[in-house]
């Protein structure tokens, strides 16, 4: 297989001797470019899968450069480089399409992470564009299909039926993907959407919760961090605690994956949910302050089901808290961060019935694995 070809584009010689250096030594086939002009003139001769580019540069700006690859080269990956004091630009940079940040002086072995991964997120996202591809292409073929043959309506309906079935059942094997790939960023997260989704619906169905709404908030619970694929490693694996401004950016991830998803018809109302889920009862929450009545019916479901699975994990930093101890938790917050009524139908279902979930997850994880 082919190595990588990458783009180093900085106007400090050293800097892309130094990147060259390391980046070949990786396997990498590295071209340089001293300039954004000089970059998009090897652009035009030769495909790039990885374009690194300093910020602040002599003419033609990194994020100018930025915005021309995005427009004129989709399929090419691009990863900002920038001094320490200029991190709002490289955030700024994120919201137009760059995959990922570095910040000045580099440290080289984190430097190759970032590289690795903004190429394992280029071809994952090239794979789904393709398979969206394939599949509107089969929906376009299937609809002429059963414009042709409108005698045999009663049969060419159920084809369509099979075939709507199958768009969906695709839909939904691209959002295991995502989440999949969220997972091997976020490790110390992992099996807590699929926790997180089926105590959800445990709660929903106790409170009454039935047919598309059920299905509604299901989706919501499985995607509710989706948006955490806007957030650079940097803050999403950083062990210690986070900066005031890595705060701010991490919270981002509720609008990021609410973006994401609400132009998906089928996903819509799941999308609202993504943009709740850190709402509280009282009106304390992000990203909108909103309480009460405000937040969705299911986003309200979603936090005590997702309080209840954070605080039941073994974590790095701490262990598993037991149930009781949780439960204590729980209601002390019913009427602040919880709805009242929520928490009420959390404590009519039994312990147990919640170890006999976890250990269903647990069990489906580990056949995954295996």
Not at 35 to 57: G, K, N, T, Y
Not at 271 to 293: C, T
Not at 333 to 341: A, I, L, V, W
């Given at each position: 297989?082919?190595?990588?070809?990458?783009?180093?584009?900085?106007?400090?010689?050293?800097?892309?001797?130094?990147?060259?250096?390391?980046?070949?030594?990786?396997?990498?086939?590295?071209?340089?470019?001293?300039?954004?002009?000089?970059?998009?003139?090897?652009?035009?001769?030769?495909?790039?899968?990885?374009?690194?580019?300093?910020?602040?540069?002599?003419?033609?700006?990194?994020?100018?450069?930025?915005?021309?690859?995005?427009?004129?080269?989709?399929?090419?990956?691009?990863?900002?480089?920038?001094?320490?004091?200029?991190?709002?630009?490289?955030?700024?940079?994120?919201?137009?399409?760059a995959y990922d940040y570095v910040t000045k002086p580099f440290n080289l072995e984190e430097l190759s992470?970032?590289?690795?991964?903004?190429?394992?997120?280029?071809?994952?996202?090239?794979?789904?564009?393709?398979?969206?591809?394939?599949?509107?292409?089969?929906?376009?073929?299937?609809?002429?299909?059963?414009?042709?043959?409108?005698?045999?309506?009663?049969?060419?309906?159920?084809?369509?039926?099979?075939?709507?079935?199958?768009?969906?059942?695709?839909?939904?094997?691209?959002?295991?993907?995502?989440?999949?790939?969220?997972?091997?960023?976020?490790?110390?997260?992992?099996?807590?959407?699929?926790?997180?989704?089926?105590?959800?619906?445990?709660?929903?169905?106790?409170?009454?919760?039935?047919?598309?709404?059920?299905?509604?908030?299901?989706?919501?619970?499985?995607?509710?961090?989706?948006?955490?694929?806007?957030?650079?490693?940097?803050?999403?694996?950083?062990?210690?605690?986070?900066?005031?401004?890595?705060?701010?950016e991490m919270k981002r991830h509720v609008e990021y994956g609410y973006n994401m998803l609400k132009d998906?018809?089928?996903?819509?109302?799941?999308?609202?949910?993504?943009?709740?889920?850190?709402?509280?009862?009282?009106?304390?929450?992000?990203?909108?302050?909103?309480?009460?009545?405000?937040?969705?019916?299911?986003?309200?479901?979603?936090?005590?089901?997702?309080?209840?699975?954070?605080?039941?994990?073994?974590?790095?930093?701490?262990?598993?808290?037991?149930y009781d101890q949780v439960k204590t938790e729980i209601v002390r917050c019913s009427g602040t961060q919880?709805?009242?009524?929520?928490?009420?139908?959390?404590?009519?279902?039994?312990?147990?019935?919640?170890?006999?979930?976890?250990?269903?997850?647990?069990?489906?994880?580990?056949?995954?694995?295996?």
């Amino acid at each position: 297989m082919a190595a990588s070809r990458l783009l180093i584009v900085d106007d400090e010689p050293n800097i892309r001797e130094l990147l060259t250096a390391k980046l070949s030594h990786l396997g990498y086939d590295c071209r340089t470019a001293e300039s954004a002009d000089r970059a998009l003139a090897l652009l035009e001769q030769q495909p790039f899968h990885l374009v690194l580019s300093d910020i602040m540069m002599p003419g033609t700006s990194g994020i100018d450069l930025l915005q021309r690859i995005v427009r004129a080269y989709p399929d090419v990956a691009v990863m900002m480089l920038t001094a320490a004091v200029d991190t709002h630009l490289a955030v700024q940079a994120m919201k137009l399409g760059a995959y990922d940040y570095v910040t000045k002086p580099f440290n080289l072995e984190e430097l190759s992470v970032h590289v690795e991964k903004a190429l394992e997120r280029r071809q994952l996202l090239l794979e789904n564009r393709e398979h969206h591809r394939l599949l509107e292409q089969r929906v376009a073929e299937q609809t002429q299909e059963i414009r042709a043959h409108l005698a045999l309506e009663r049969q060419r309906r159920a084809e369509l039926h099979h075939t709507l079935n199958l768009l969906e059942e695709s839909y939904h094997d691209t959002i295991d993907a995502l989440i999949m790939a969220l997972d091997y960023r976020d490790n110390e997260t992992q099996g807590h959407t699929q926790r997180v989704s089926v105590y959800t619906v445990e709660l929903a169905q106790a409170l009454e919760v039935s047919g598309p709404e059920l299905e509604t908030i299901k989706r919501g619970a499985i995607l509710h961090d989706i948006g955490k694929i806007g957030v650079s490693d940097t803050i999403l694996r950083k062990p210690a605690k986070l900066t005031e401004q890595e705060w701010v950016e991490m919270k981002r991830h509720v609008e990021y994956g609410y973006n994401m998803l609400k132009d998906i018809a089928f996903l819509q109302d799941a999308a609202k949910i993504v943009l709740h889920h850190h709402e509280r009862y009282d009106g304390l929450g992000y990203p909108n302050k909103i309480s009460n009545g405000s937040v969705l019916f299911g986003a309200r479901i979603f936090v005590v089901a997702d309080t209840f699975d954070a605080m039941t994990s073994e974590r790095p930093y701490r262990k598993a808290l037991p149930y009781d101890q949780v439960k204590t938790e729980i209601v002390r917050c019913s009427g602040t961060q919880f709805d009242p009524r929520v928490v009420e139908t959390f404590l009519a279902i039994p312990k147990e019935r919640w170890g006999e979930l976890r250990r269903s997850v647990d069990d489906t994880l580990a056949a995954r694995r295996s």
